[in-house]
């Protein structure tokens, strides 16, 4: 079965500002794969190439080499089937919650009829109702966030692609809106790519991820999460989380050259087993 | 504890001040009443100038057509300037071809520009509008322009991802995301242009704010030289204010 998004040996390097250099290499020969319906996480700390990753599926950049792939075919331009929440505030400050969320509607030329409904939908979905003709500066971080999945959910895209959307919010709001998101895939089941640099917050909503490394970014391992849905809160003092988590940040920490073995990284009680594959050391649930 | 009352009160003493230091020095004689008049020839020529004008045209119509001169060409620097800002915002290209052209003529204070236009046009109405409109279209595009380079770069990308299309972008995000800098352009043209029709009319006009200090200060009419001063330092600060207002009542999302 084809993936619905595919990175096949996307290198992706940036001008240098100054005149004559060799530029940066953001990514270096990366390959991953996101199925249908499913929610992968993109790992690492910053600047690893999180971002660059999301703008090459979006379509706002093209690799410099290798495929980007939905569907099994080429990236063709920016389409709202394949939608952005990004973490800083890009909701239109000069409209309403309201109009922003039918933005995307209003610019297709759609009718208000049709979308008027589903825009009550998908507000109530996020928990906006009783902000919708509040203006973006009128609401806390956690509510913009809300907005913004929702002018994204109106399109009915079938990607939402999420870059650190919660990496600016407290402790308390960024677990709700974790929350939020897992029930808004319970009932929209697009396909996620979620970005972030909080293991816990991987571990706990994605079906996998991808560690990335640095200075090139590169995919360093892949993880699976061996946990059932729906999730919930008891999921944060579940035993194989909290290895996996150490085992994540260990991963992160020791920034293994890329290809090294990192069998000696997983204390495996039998339940997990490690497919040492280098590049890509997958864990699995047997 | 002084209070805001007390500093608002310390302000109208300022005045006060002014004003009896004004009557002393002028009803004392100890400044030649040509050069200063006294505050009661000053408060009659005021009554007169409402009263009868200024050398035979009507006091609203001096300040009439300075304010309609300056709002033609502020008008027109709007009307021609927030698009050409725009484009040369949001085009790179257009950037690159206009550019040049605007980082020359930019520099030069516009009333440099006063003896060519007359040169040109005579010394009618179109070339005071003409040169008013000149000097706020460059403050609005330089400002538009650099309103729309500020917009970040997230916000434009969620507009296209959502599907806005070119006129789209450039009517419905960019124009309205570059409004408080456009704004700023306005208030700083509308207060460019106040100064440049004074100006324009010192130099070549039978009626207005400036024809009226010019020919007062020819004739030795001192008294009108101050009232015409007056006059103008009012309709600016009205100015300011009604450009203030407007941009708080378009721009009530701004900067919260
Ligand atoms: N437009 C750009 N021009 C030049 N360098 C860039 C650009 N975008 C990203 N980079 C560089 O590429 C690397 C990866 O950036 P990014 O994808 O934003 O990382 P992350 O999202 O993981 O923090 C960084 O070193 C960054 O400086
Ligand atoms: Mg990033």
Not at chain 1, 75 to 80: E, L, N, R, T, Y
């Given at each position: 079965m084809v993936s619905k998004v595919e990175l096949r040996n996307v290198g992706q390097r940036f001008p240098s500002t100054a005149s004559r250099g060799a530029g940066t290499l953001a990514l270096d020969s990366v390959n991953l794969h996101i199925d249908e319906h499913e929610i992968v996480s993109l790992l690492g700390p910053s600047g690893c190439g999180k971002s660059t990753i999301l703008n090459l599926i979006a379509g706002f950049a093209t690799p410099t080499s290798g495929e980007v792939l939905i569907d099994g075919k080429q990236?063709?331009?920016?389409?709202?089937d394949r939608l952005v929440v990004f973490q800083s505030p890009t909701l239109f400050p000069w409209l309403t919650v309201m109009d922003n969320v039918t933005f995307g509607p209003r610019m297709r030329g759609e009718a208000a009829p049709t979308y008027k409904p589903l825009a009550e939908k998908v507000i109530s979905d996020v928990g906006l109702e009783r902000f919708?003709?509040?203006?973006?500066?009128?609401?806390?971080g956690g509510m913009k966030q809300r907005a913004q999945i929702a002018r994204a959910l109106i399109n009915r895209p079938e990607i939402l692609l999420l870059d650190?959307?919660?990496?600016?919010?407290?402790a308390q709001t960024r677990l709700e809106m974790q929350q939020l998101l897992l029930s808004i895939w319970n009932q929209y089941r697009c396909t996620i790519v979620f970005i972030t640099h909080d293991v816990e917050e991987a571990l706990f909503l994605s079906h996998r991820t991808y560690i990335l490394s640095p200075h090139p970014g590169r995919v360093h391992r892949e993880v699976s999460m061996p946990f059932g849905r729906p999730r919930t809160l008891a999921l944060f003092g579940d035993s194989t989380f909290s290895r996996l988590k150490g085992e994540i940040l260990t991963a992160l920490q020791r920034k293994l050259p890329h290809g090294e073995h990192v069998s000696e990284l997983v204390q495996g009680d039998g339940e997990e087993k490690v497919v040492a594959a280098p590049p890509l050391t997958i864990i699995r649930r047997a | 504890m002084p209070t805001n009352r007390s500093y608002r009160l310390l302000s109208w003493l300022t005045w006060l001040f002014l004003l009896v230091a004004w009557a002393l020095i002028s009803n004392m004689g100890w400044v030649d009443p040509v050069i200063l008049p006294s505050p009661q020839v000053m408060f009659r020529t005021a009554i007169d100038f409402v009263a009868a004008g200024y050398s035979n045209t009507p006091a609203w119509r001096h300040i009439g057509v300075s304010v309609m001169r300056t709002f033609a060409g502020l008008g027109g620097g709007i009307l021609f300037g927030i698009p050409v800002g725009l484009l040369i915002g949001y085009y790179r290209p257009v950037n690159a071809i206009l550019g040049p052209i605007f980082s020359f003529i930019r520099p030069v204070p516009p009333i440099a520009f006063i003896p060519l236009v007359i040169l040109y046009f005579g010394i009618g109405e179109f070339p005071k509008i003409l040169l008013i409109g000149i000097a706020a279209f460059l403050y609005i595009v330089l400002n538009t322009s650099n309103g729309v380079r500020a917009i970040p770069i997230d916000l434009i990308r969620a507009a296209l991802n959502l599907g806005a299309r070119p006129h789209q972008m450039i009517a419905r995000v960019i124009l309205p995301a570059a409004l408080p800098q456009i704004m700023t352009g306005i208030k700083t043209a509308t207060a460019l242009s106040w100064a440049i029709v004074v100006a324009a009319e010192l130099v070549a006009a039978q009626a207005g704010l400036g024809y009226m200090i010019m020919d007062a200060s020819t004739f030795f009419r001192v008294p009108y030289v101050y009232l015409g001063i007056v006059i103008i330092g009012v309709i600016g600060i009205v100015l300011e204010w009604g450009t203030n207002v407007m941009e708080h009542r378009m721009l009530h999302w701004r900067g919260r």
């Open positions: 990236v063709g331009g920016i389409k709202p919708r003709n509040h203006f973006p500066y009128q609401l806390s650190e959307p919660f990496g600016a919010l407290d | -």
